[in-house]
C-alpha cells in the first residue's frame, strides 16, 4: 500500500521560511513521480514542485514559487523536501505530497495523480 505521510507545516510570518517533508513507503520510491500540490481557500488544487519520471520535465516549480521554492530528495529516506524561503501570504495553502507511478502523470494535474499525503497547513502572516 503506498503511503505518503507529510510534516513541516506552520504559520510564519512574511519573509520567513519553512521545509516540508514527506516520506513514503510501499513503493520504489525510484520509479514514481512525487512532489507537492498546494491549495488555497476557495481555489483548485495546483502543482507547486515535483520530480517527473518524464524526461522531458524532470524536475518542475510553478512560476509563482521559482527563486523562493526548491524540491529535493533523499532517495535512501524515501523523503522528498520542500524548501520554502520568501514566504508571502499568498503561499497561504494546505500543501500535499503526492505520488505516481504512471509516467507524466503529474503533467495531467492533480485529477490523474493517484496518491496523496494529508495536507499540511502553511499559514503565512503580512
Known amino acids: 500500500e503506498v503511503q505518503l505521510q507529510a510534516s513541516g507545516g506552520g504559520s510564519v510570518q512574511a519573509g520567513g521560511s519553512l521545509r516540508l517533508s514527506c516520506t513514503g513507503s510501499?513503493?520504489?520510491?525510484?520509479?514514481?513521480?512525487i512532489g507537492w500540490f498546494r491549495q488555497a481557500p476557495g481555489k483548485g488544487r495546483e502543482a507547486v514542485c515535483y520530480f517527473s519520471k518524464s524526461d522531458e520535465d524532470p524536475t518542475y516549480c510553478a512560476d509563482s514559487v521559482k527563486g523562493r521554492f526548491s524540491i529535493s530528495s533523499d532517495n535512501a529516506k524515501m523523503t522528498v523536501y520542500l524548501q520554502m524561503n520568501s514566504l508571502a501570504p499568498d503561499d497561504t495553502a494546505v500543501y500535499y505530497c503526492?505520488?505516481?507511478?504512471?509516467?507524466?502523470?503529474?503533467?495531467?494535474?492533480?485529477?490523474?495523480?493517484?496518491?496523496w499525503g494529508r495536507g499540511t497547513q502553511v499559514t503565512v502572516s503580512s
Open positions: 503526492a505520488a505516481d507511478g504512471v509516467v507524466g502523470a503529474f503533467r495531467h494535474g492533480p485529477e490523474v495523480v493517484g496518491y
Open positions: 510501499g513503493f520504489t520510491f525510484d520509479d514514481y513521480s
